[in-house]
């Protein structure tokens, strides 16, 4: 009986020092794994944050006598940016003089029709020129309908920093071609000051992806005379 209490007793503690050293392990792989992970999101972070600074850098225009500045912004979120139901407007880019202090109006025109996530304007249009349709491909139409102003950006750098804006821009749809994109450039344009104001087009110009300058049949508020 002693023999086999102490043959019990050894098996015992040589069970315990291999499960001691199989947690070890187990710690060990699982801290590395996490600290691979963190680098990882760290590298990504600096991409995304030196692609930002890019996009903001670079990205510059200027508006000829006569010309107002447009964002292309298409339907319902239109709608929902000059009647004041979004703050926040999702974009890809940034682009510099458009954000910030000092920033000037911006005409807000909502498009229909065509593809989520593409333009529907055309790059470059006069309705003495080309006719009032050709303003717009794929069957889409235009109209002014209000305006806003643009007082700051943010980056976003993770998907949990994107939904806790939800309320704000609206997107709260996973699956939606403007929802956040790990590794993907994603900037949030907070809206200012705006308005609901309809004005007739004459002609626009594409400065960069959404962003248009654009004139105005007859004189209207804000334009840059």
């Not at 670079?58 to 508006?63: G, S, V």
């Not at 000829?64 to 000059?82: N, W």
């Not at 458009?98 to 309705?127: C, F, K, N, Y």
Request: some cysteine; proline content about 2%.
């Amino acid at each position: 009986n002693r023999s086999t209490r102490e043959f019990l007793s050894r098996a015992s503690v040589t069970s315990s020092t291999k499960s001691s050293s199989c947690d070890d392990r187990y710690r060990r792989g699982r801290d590395s794994r996490a600290r691979g992970h963190r680098a990882r999101v760290r590298a990504r972070d600096d991409v995304e944050r030196r692609a930002s600074r890019r996009l903001m850098e670079t990205i510059r225009f200027a508006l000829e006598r006569g010309e107002s500045l447009a964002l292309e912004v298409q339907a319902p979120h239109a709608r929902d940016i000059v009647r004041g139901a979004k703050t926040i407007d999702v974009r890809s880019y940034v682009v510099d003089g458009v954000i910030g202090d000092g920033a000037p109006r911006v005409w807000i025109v909502e498009t229909r029709g065509g593809t989520p996530g593409r333009s529907v304007l055309t790059d470059a249009w006069s309705r003495d020129e080309i006719g009032a349709r050709a303003s717009c491909r794929d069957g889409g139409a235009a109209a002014v309908v209000g305006w806003a102003t643009f007082d700051a950006v943010v980056a976003y750098e993770s998907r949990e920093a994107f939904e806790r804006d939800a309320r704000g821009h609206l997107v709260d749809d996973r699956a939606s071609t403007y929802a956040f994109r790990p590794g993907a450039a994603c900037f949030g344009w907070r809206v200012g000051n705006r308005g609901v104001r309809a004005g007739r087009l004459r002609s626009l110009r594409r400065i960069h992806r959404s962003v248009f300058a654009i004139r105005f049949d007859d004189d209207v508020e804000g334009e840059n005379a």
